[in-house]
């Protein structure tokens, strides 16, 4: 690891977005227009006009390029082995995606070494970096048994991921086909006990085929019990109880929120859950895309993410997913841009990330464009010219 520089000046940025709306344009995104950003220890010691930046160390000329927070991918599952190539070929000739794929990954994942699920996670990291992700968190799910779940969740976190999520109620796995509030019992006691000490969130897949909503309570009040903060994977295939759940239960983010009611909507406004939709999932299974205007009017918090996994949404691209958020989803790039940053943040509770203020982990990225809105407006084009998380050059 390359060491960070005591302090470091970025200077002669075109567009630089702080989201924080007491700078610059006074805008949600705070836009500092000829901007420069000083580092010091990891983190943003100051932001503002070029003209009025304080001596640093070292100096980076940013070139008139625009700088953006990292992004912070709030839902992935990267604790997995195998593919899933097969199934998206049949999917995109006319089958359906069903949560039953699920356990092909499952099976592929109990047969991995741990260095191998290591390799994995270290690999689509990565790639996130790289796209100028500089926040992530993960799920287990494809263990789904005490030993391989915990297992799974001690890898990720002796990784660099930043928030590991318990997911052992992803799906009920075969052996309890005929017993699911069995399982219902083992993910919300014993299985719960093995992961807490790896974790900060418990997750429920909230679906038909997967859980309903009295089994999905039972498994997210067992991890409040536990000290664990609750997020749901909610309104995804169908419309269904989960967003409501996460509601009552005070969930961080309900996730997916492909399937709403006006009630689902009214519930998420009058309550401090995120609303986190996963465009890649839409476009990866040819399913609607939610509107995320109708969240956002209502006076909902949107946060967006990729959803990376090997099955609904195989793709680690924050950019990839604004792009589509606003041509598919009815968000304006400012929008899409905060949901992918300062949302995230939000749907993980962290206020040291997804904004770039003095005191705020020095986490950016620098497009080769002069504005944010070329995230969207250049869909598929690798804008992101180079990234620094804590402080250091990735
Ligand atoms: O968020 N919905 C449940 N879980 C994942 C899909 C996982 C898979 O297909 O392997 C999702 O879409
Ligand atoms: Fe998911």
Known sequence: MPEAPTSLSLTNIAALVTNDPAQGDGSPLGIVENAAL???????????????????????????????????DSHSHLLYAGDRTQEFNAR??????????????????????????????????REMRAQGTTTVETKSGY?????????ALRVAAESGVDEVTYLGAHIVPPEYAADPDGYTALVAGEMLKACAPYVRWVDVFCEEG????????????????????????????????????????????????THLSDADVDALANSTTVATLLPGCEFSTRAVYPDARRLLEAGVTVALSTDCNPGSSYTSSMPFCIAIAVREMNMTPDQALWSATAGGAQALRRTDVGRLTPGSRADLALLDAPSHVHLSYRPGVPLVAAVWREGVRV
Not at 143 to 151: D, I, Y
Request: glycine share 12%.
């Open 38 to 72: 000083v580092i010091e220890d990891g983190k943003v010691a100051w932001v503002g006009p070029g003209h009025r930046a304080p001596a640093a160390d070292e100096t980076y000329d940013a070139g008139g390029r625009a700088a953006i927070p990292g992004f912070v």
């Open 92 to 125: 995109m000739s006319g089958r359906p995606y069903t949560a039953g794929g699920i356990r092909t990954t499952v099976q592929a994942t109990r047969e991995a070494t741990d260095e191998a699920l290591a390799a994995n996670l270290e690999a689509h990291l």
């Open 143 to 151: 263990g789904l048994s005490p030993e391989h779940e915990a297992r």
């Open 210 to 257: 997967a859980f309903d909503e009295d089994r999905s309570r039972a498994i997210l009040l067992a991890g409040k019990a536990e000290g664990l903060i609750p997020r749901v994977h909610a309104n995804q295939l169908t419309h269904g109880p989960g967003v409501q759940l996460a509601v009552e239960v005070g969930a961080a983010s309900a996730d997916h929120c």
